[in-house]
Each structure stands twice: as C-alpha cells, then as structure tokens.
C-alpha cells in the first residue's frame, strides 16, 4: 500500500517547458483515509527512493517540481518540514537542479509558511482574476480572502515569484477589459520576475470557453506596455 503511495506522490522523470527533465512531488495526493495527507516521512522517503533511483541509473534531472494533489501543496501541515527536507536531498544528489513550487495563491498568514518559500528557487503562484467576485466565482474560495492573496504576493521576493494566470470566457469570464485592468493592476503591486499566461485547448460545455489568440496576444501585449513585466503566452491546456 505505501510503495503504491509513493508512486503516486512522485511522478517522472518527464520533460518540461523552461525546466528540462524534471519529477514532479505531490504531497498532498489522496491517502485511503478521509482529509488526511501522506505523512512527511512518506513523501521524503518517496523522493529520497526516486532520487537514489536516478542517481544509480545515471539519469540527470535539471528540476523538481511541487505541485498539488487533492488539494494545493501548502495545505498540508507538514509543508514546512517537506520542503526543508526535499531542499536537503536535492543538494545532496542533483546540486544545480531548481526546486520549484506551482501553487495557488494564498494569504501568507503563517511565518511558518512564508519561511517554507524560502527553499524554492522559483515559485509559481496561479492569480487567476482580478477582482474579488471572479477570483471567487474560479476557485471556490471566500471573496474576502482576494486581497489578502494579492498583498501577501506583493510581501515575497519578487525575483523568484513568477504569476500564472489561465484565462476563459463563458459563464465566468476573466478575459474582459475590466478584469484585466484590474489584474494588471495586482501585477503592477506584485512585481513578478515574469508572468505566465494559458487558456484552455477545448471548451468545456458553457462553463470553460477557450479566449481567442488575438485576445491572449492582446492581453500579453497590455501586460508588456503597463508593467514592463516578460510575459509568456504557454500552449492551450
């Protein structure tokens, strides 16, 4: 039962966009118990093992990615102690390979939390509107929770943080002009090194409709002329 967890906790190695051959941790993927995460001991064991792994086959990663299962990487309560250790071993055995984290983005309440970024070389948080009601109508979370979000991005060290955003039309549609105005300006206070932006391949009913590629390349553009920021429009996904 646990080595069949752990291989779900780590995937690849695969070949990645701007990363090179990277695995992917997932620390919070879903266990046979309700609400309840891998402990922190399984997921560093797990990485360890694939670590140990590649090193007898002489296979190189250039990076390792963390990402969410059921839930985002920093819901679980270990995430701290997690990342210290995977930082540890990834010195260890794979010295210039980045640690990155691909996350949504959340109020940094917790030092414990703001410290835990501190391990990665490039964090990837999703901001995906600008305003508080759409935010709220894509993730599921609480309106009032949007502007703790865009400040406690604007409090990390921007060299490191880049902004990911995927936008859609349909029955939410965060690609209008006064939803990317006002994204624009979250960007303007956050400073990102860089901003990634994505929209679907297919339409999903009504619900998901993919934006055109004038109106990415449209966005794109704004993003350039308002902030100055480099912008990379990523393949539909």
């Known amino acids: 039962m646990i080595a069949r967890l752990q291989e779900e906790i780590v995937l690849g190695p695969a070949d990645y966009p701007r990363l090179g051959r990277t695995i992917v941790v997932r620390p919070t993927v879903e266990t046979i118990r309700v609400n309840r995460f891998p402990t922190q001991a399984i997921v560093v ?23 969410g299962g059921s839930e985002g990487p920093t819901k679980h309560p270990e995430f701290h102690q997690i990342c210290e250790n995977l930082r540890q071993l990834l010195n260890k055995h794979f010295p210039k390979a980045l640690m990155c984290l691909v996350t949504d983005a959340t109020p940094l309440d917790s030092p414990n939390l703001r410290h835990a970024l501190t391990f990665f ?20 979370s609480n309106p009032k929770q949007f502007k703790g979000v865009v400040e ?15 936008f859609v039309r349909g029955e939410v549609d ?23 932006i994505s929209t679907p391949a297919k339409a999903k009913g009504k619900k998901e409709i ?12 704004l993003v350039t002329t ?12």
């Open 174 to 196: 965060n690609s209008n002009e006064n939803e990317v105005k006002a994204w624009i300006r979250h960007l303007t206070e956050i400073r990102p090194a860089g901003v990634h």
């Open 210 to 221: 993919p934006v055109t590629k004038s109106r990415m390349s449209q966005i794109a553009e």
């Open 226 to 237: 308002k902030t100055g920021i480099p912008v990379e429009v990523l393949s539909a996904t």
């Open 45 to 67: 064991t797990a990485v360890a093992r694939k670590l140990i792994e590649l090193v007898r086959a002489s296979e190189k990663i250039q990076a390792m990615m963390i990402e």
């Open 152 to 166: 406690s991005l604007g409090r990390l060290g921007a060299e490191r943080v880049i902004v990911q955003t995927r």
């Open 121 to 140: 070389d490039q964090t990837t948080l999703r901001l995906h509107a600008g305003t508080q009601k759409t935010w709220a109508a894509l993730t599921g």
